[in-house]
């Protein structure tokens, strides 16, 4: 079994930031990504940040503003968000893939105008 434990989240003015957390523990061999995604209510799920072996990928939305990174000791991934604005508010989900993907249970940024 694969765990994947967020924290971080909150509610936060715009212009703040907040940094998420997210530890993956159990049965891991080999994670070759980390990433984060979010999600509003009736909007599909989207790829906010990915960090792999190759480098990190970020949505346009959020590129100047959002930095990925990971911690492979503590097989840990994070997300510093900056100049937060009203539209990053979502659910945010933290993902690894291995052989497999999993996902998080998911923390809720929420940015007050």
């Known amino acids: 079994q694969v765990q994947l434990v967020e924290s971080g989240g909150g509610l936060v003015q715009a212009g703040g930031s907040l940094r998420l957390s997210c530890a993956a523990s159990?049965?891991?061999?080999?994670?070759?990504?980390m990433g984060w995604y979010r999600q509003t209510p009736g909007k599909q799920r989207e790829l906010v940040a990915n960090?792999?072996?190759?480098?990190?990928t970020y949505a346009d939305s959020v590129k100047g503003r959002f930095t990925i990174s990971r911690d492979n000791g503590k097989n840990t991934v994070y997300l510093q968000m900056n100049s937060l604005k009203p539209e990053d508010t979502a659910v945010y989900y933290c993902?690894?893939?291995?052989?497999?993907?999993?996902w998080g249970q998911g923390t809720q940024v929420t940015v007050s105008s």
């Open positions: 993902t690894i893939r291995t052989a497999l993907r999993y």
């Open positions: 159990g049965s891991i061999a080999g994670i070759n990504s």
């Open positions: 960090i792999a072996s190759g480098g990190t």
